[in-house]
């Protein structure tokens, strides 16, 4: 190994230390586990309209997480936040949102609030959302301004991190 191989600092991407998804599925667990031995009141009323509700937006949510997810494979670049990105996607779904993934997966979660009526999960779900800022998204945009400095300047102008 030459003192150049030693010395070149490795790209180990946004280091992200845990699967996004994961939080969001533990605080709905936490949340129903909560809502079993200490029931809060039902956010929305138990009708026959808020299953459909709810299983509507759950879908919706997994069709973003999907069409992100299949908009990185096409572009042939890392879709685990843990691993290097090798390019900056900006075209498809990430033409309108930086982040179609964890919305996606917000509206999915939000799906399930509405079809389970859980005040425990929704009132979680500002803590989820804090933790994906912070721990995933500002790594993953830290990520993406040093390895596409002037590329994701530009991008991150022209498309909110959200909608």
Not at 122 to 128: A, D, E, G, I, K
Request: charged share 15%; net charge positive; hydrophobic share 50%.
């Amino acid at each position: 190994m030459t003192s150049s191989q030693t010395d070149a600092p490795r790209d180990l991407g946004p280091a992200v230390r845990f699967p996004p998804p994961l939080l969001f599925a533990f605080a709905f667990l936490l949340g129903s586990v909560f809502d079993r031995f200490v029931p809060l009141p039902v956010v929305v009323p138990n009708a026959a309209w808020t299953g459909v509700a709810g299983a509507t937006m759950f879908v919706a949510g997994v069709a973003l997480v999907l069409t992100g997810i299949n908009t990185f494979r096409k572009a042939r670049t890392a879709i685990y936040p843990n691993r290097p990105a090798r390019n900056l996607v900006t075209h498809g779904i990430y033409a309108y949102t930086r982040n179609p993934m964890y919305l996606g997966l917000t509206v999915a979660y939000l799906g399930g609030v509405v079809a389970t009526g859980s005040l425990w999960c929704l009132l979680l779900l500002p803590l989820v959302l804090f933790g994906i800022v912070t721990q995933v998204i500002h790594r993953e945009e830290r990520h993406l301004r040093e390895r596409f400095p002037d590329e994701f300047a530009e991008y991150s102008v022209r498309v909110r991190r959200w909608v």
